[in-house]
């Protein structure tokens, strides 16, 4: 744990707050050694709350406490941070931002909405990113979301758990080359978990669910099937 402290922008409460990892930007420093350029240069990948007004990333960072970060190549590196087009960026929430503004103005694409919501999650932002891979999982075909979703649900014991696990299912013949043996083996995974009672059919060949006792065995034939069936019994 990295200590970082930090001064409000919104109410000038101080914090110290124990980060995982920080990016360190050597070159937003510019020879300059005051609390603008320490704020410029050092970025925290998860949002940081304040915790007498609670405002988000809305914090300065103070020298001392930049001068102290030691680059180790592991909790701190050295980089600047940017999202995956290059556009740079000086907080998660500035990222969020972004991303949310692609993913609303493209929301037939459901690459912005599964970015939104992975960079969601690496802030720390559990509900923001559930709430874009919910939308995201509405498209047709979309696997990635409607598997995350799913995720949630059964984690929560939630009573939809067992209708999002049968989407996520049917959806697993989108899985992209590559990506599809993981998420089959994680839809296994969680048909295991949720021990939701499942009409499920392979290639039109019914699985009894409640017999199977080979997990990784149903994951593989997951990867493999041309056409999924599944709905709730
Ligand atoms: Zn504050």
Avoid at 64 to 88: C, I, K, M, W, Y
Avoid at 95 to 102: D, F, K, V, Y
Avoid at 124 to 150: F, H, S, Y
């Amino acid at each position: 744990m990295i200590e970082l402290a930090v001064t409000c922008s919104r109410c000038d409460a101080r914090a110290v707050h124990g980060v995982g990892a920080v990016l360190l930007d050597r070159d937003a420093l510019e020879g300059a050694d005051d609390e603008a350029a320490w704020t410029r240069a050092v970025y925290v990948p998860v949002s940081l709350a304040c915790p007498s007004c609670g405002a988000l990333d809305a914090h300065r960072v103070e020298p001392a406490s930049g001068r102290a970060l030691v680059v180790d190549g592991e909790h701190v590196r050295e980089g600047r941070a940017a999202l995956s087009d290059g556009t740079p960026i000086y907080t998660p929430s500035e990222g969020l931002a972004r991303l949310a503004a692609h993913a609303d103005a493209h929301p037939d694409d459901p690459q912005g909405w599964r970015a939104l919501g992975n960079f969601a999650l690496r802030a720390g932002r559990a509900d923001e990113a559930l709430a874009a891979w919910r939308r995201g999982a509405e498209l047709d075909g979309e696997l990635e979301c409607a598997l995350n979703v799913a995720v949630d649900a059964v984690a929560r014991e939630d009573a939809s758990a067992p209708a999002l696990l049968c989407r996520a299912l049917e959806r697993v013949v989108f899985g992209q080359p590559g990506r599809r043996s993981l998420q089959s083996a994680h839809l296994a995974e969680l048909v295991r978990r949720s021990r939701a009672p499942l009409a499920l059919a392979l290639d039109g060949e019914p699985v009894d669910v409640a017999r199977v006792r080979d997990w990784s065995g149903l994951g593989e034939r997951l990867a493999r099937a041309r056409q999924v069936r599944a709905s709730p019994r």
